[in-house]
């Protein structure tokens, strides 16, 4: 079973910086997307970036221009450099690979941003 590790949440003040980075256990095989998503409570997961086995990432707008996501194959890794972070970026933070056969999850890493 693979297991996907985060690592790099914590407290930032606005207009701070943070790199979030999630290792899997085991090499995941192509073809997979990437992604990151992010949780708040009483709301439902939100999609924040993803990035395809073959290079195409997508943002979400509200962080678009400020996040960047970024992989590796092997080890299959995947980062999330977030910059100008605002409050409203405040979440629990989960890194995901999902294959044709199964979906993959972080346990999450909490971000706080303070203003």
């Known amino acids: 079973q693979v297991q996907l590790v985060e690592s790099g949440g914590g407290l930032v003040q606005a207009g701070g910086s943070l790199t979030l980075s999630c290792a899997a256990s085991?090499?995941?095989?192509?073809?997979?997307?990437m992604g990151w998503y992010r949780q708040v409570p009483g709301k439902q997961r939100e999609l924040v970036a993803s990035?395809?086995?073959?290079?195409?990432?997508n943002y979400v707008d509200s962080v678009k221009g400020r996040f960047t996501i970024s992989g590796d194959n092997v080890p299959s890794s995947v980062f999330l450099q977030m910059d100008s972070l605002k409050p409203e970026d405040t979440a629990v933070y989960y890194c995901?690979?999902?294959?044709?056969?199964?979906?993959?999850w972080g346990q999450g890493t909490q971000v706080t941003v303070s203003s």
């Open positions: 995901n690979f999902k294959t044709l056969a199964i979906d993959y």
């Open positions: 085991a090499v995941i095989f192509r073809p997979y997307t």
């Open positions: 990035l395809t086995s073959d290079g195409t990432s």
